[in-house]
């Protein structure tokens, strides 16, 4: 029995379902996520070549890159649920598995099996962290004032502040023969730190919005962060790292004041029903909704900038 279609003649059936054309703009972030999954599988490679600086400068490109394209999905309205799923998929790479490839072929190997475990415990919670995130993104309970912190250290700033020890090694400070079980402890306490619940103060709401008298002096700070970062690169990751983990308390104190002025004003709208147009008490209203720390924004929940 013969078609009803010639040969070679497309089905309208099938035209009416193809996809519709996707917009550039779509596609810009998803390839600033690809450059930086790049940045990190090249830090994997370099690394048992010996070339430890490049791996370093790679992973801290790939945070930089992670913490634009977000913003730039925002920015052009190109969010999408397939650059959330690959900007997590980069992120587990670039942040859980090169840092501790990088680690282990730094010192842990000198503890032999104990120092891969230690490795191996910093991705998989890396994994675990990002895996919480994304199933953390839309509870409706979420007060708006808790999008200001992360739940937990975040991937970027985790893989980071990991490899301290292989910064101060960097500096020219002599190897110790104590060196690889500090760095043993010191990796497991960062990767406990991913998966914790502490409040971490995202810095995310900061900065959006740039008064004009500021607008050079910003562009004067940033040229120079970087003009350092390039000429001192250890120096600048060694005290930037020292100055992120000694701000881990005050963003818990931060964290603990909002969630009090909640609880505050939750319980001063219970005491104080709305009254009736006829004079009576009306219901206290919805029982309070518990404060839950949750990192990202709405707009593109599942970037770890």
């Not at 913490?67 to 790479?93: C, N, P």
């Not at 810095?203 to 004009?212: E, F, I, N, S």
């Not at 308390?249 to 603990?256: A, D, I």
């Amino acid at each position: 029995m013969s078609s009803i279609f010639p040969p070679f003649e497309p089905d309208p059936e099938l035209k009416r379902r193809r996809f519709r054309p996707i917009p550039v703009r779509t596609l810009v972030p998803n390839v600033i996520t690809l450059l930086a999954l790049c940045a990190g599988l090249t830090a994997i490679r370099v690394v048992p070549e010996g070339r430890l600086e490049l791996a370093l400068a790679a992973i801290v490109f790939a945070a930089v890159l992670d913490g634009v394209d977000g913003r730039i999905a925002r920015m052009l309205k190109g969010t999408s649920r397939f650059g959330a799923e690959l900007d997590s998929l980069a992120d587990f790479v670039n942040f859980g598995v090169a840092p501790a490839i990088i680690l282990y072929h730094w010192g842990l190997h000198e503890m032999k099996a104990a120092g891969w475990i230690a490795a191996m415990v910093f991705a998989i919670c890396a994994g675990l962290r990002l895996a919480r995130f994304n199933v953390m993104l839309e509870d409706p309970n979420r007060p708006s004032w808790a999008g200001n912190f992360f739940v937990g250290m975040p991937a970027p700033a985790g893989a980071i502040t990991v490899l301290l020890p292989v910064y101060i090694q960097l500096l020219g400070l002599p190897w110790l023969s104590i060196a690889a079980p500090v760095a043993f402890v010191y990796t497991v306490a960062i990767a406990v730190l991913m998966v914790s619940k502490l409040p971490v103060y995202s810095g995310k709401k900061l900065g959006t919005r740039v008064p004009p008298d500021r607008v050079l002096p910003v562009f004067v700070l940033v040229v120079l962060f970087f003009a350092l970062l390039i000429s001192y690169p250890w120096e600048v990751l060694t005290i930037g790292t020292v100055c992120y983990l000694v701000s881990l308390p005050f963003g818990w104190l931060s964290y603990q004041r909002y969630e009090r002025q909640d609880r505050e004003r939750q319980a001063a709208a219970s005491v104080q029903p709305e009254r009736a147009p006829d004079g009576g008490a009306t219901s206290p209203g919805p029982e309070p909704r518990p404060p839950i720390g949750q990192e990202g924004e709405g707009e593109r929940p599942t970037r770890l900038n």
